[in-house]
């Protein structure tokens, strides 16, 4: 079976409408910025999208991590079904993904059979929330 990788999104969350179409929530363009470390992010989906040249089944594994030490973060396994040839899409989505660095990351999708992984590179950065300033009385008041 060949599998080619068109693109990868990283995003929030994926959900199908009741009329098929997919619904990507909060895309992230390729930096994540967090306020603090270590940083848990509550829901964080990584959505391939294919073209497969044939129907059929494989097993696929899908490891973020971390570029400068190549340290695996998390890791899934799992298995998916092509219905026919074409367009397919693979979100995969994690709960409660911890960041304790800032730095760059790659989400690396392995498929069973093909001789490349899918890699999508991104940044996690520090940006520290800003607290408003306390509001100065008006003179004369």
Request: overall charge neutral; glycine content about 10%.
């Amino acid at each position: 079976m060949s599998i080619k990788h068109s693109y990868t999104i990283i995003c929030d969350d994926v959900r199908r409408e009741d009329n098929g179409k997919l619904l990507i929530l909060g895309m992230y363009l390729g930096t994540i910025a967090v306020p603090q470390l270590p940083s848990l992010l509550p829901s964080f989906t990584v959505l391939s999208i294919f073209e497969s040249d044939r129907p059929g089944a494989w097993s696929w594994k899908l490891a973020i991590q971390r570029l400068e030490s190549g340290k695996t973060i998390v890791e899934a396994k799992g298995f998916a079904n092509v219905q026919q040839p074409g367009p397919g899409v693979m979100p995969i989505k994690f709960g409660g993904l911890r960041f304790d660095e800032t730095g760059a990351y790659a989400a690396i999708v392995e498929i069973e059979g093909q001789p490349e992984p899918f890699v999508t590179n991104f940044m996690v950065v520090l940006t520290p929330q800003i607290m408003p300033q306390q509001q100065m009385p008006f003179p004369g008041r």
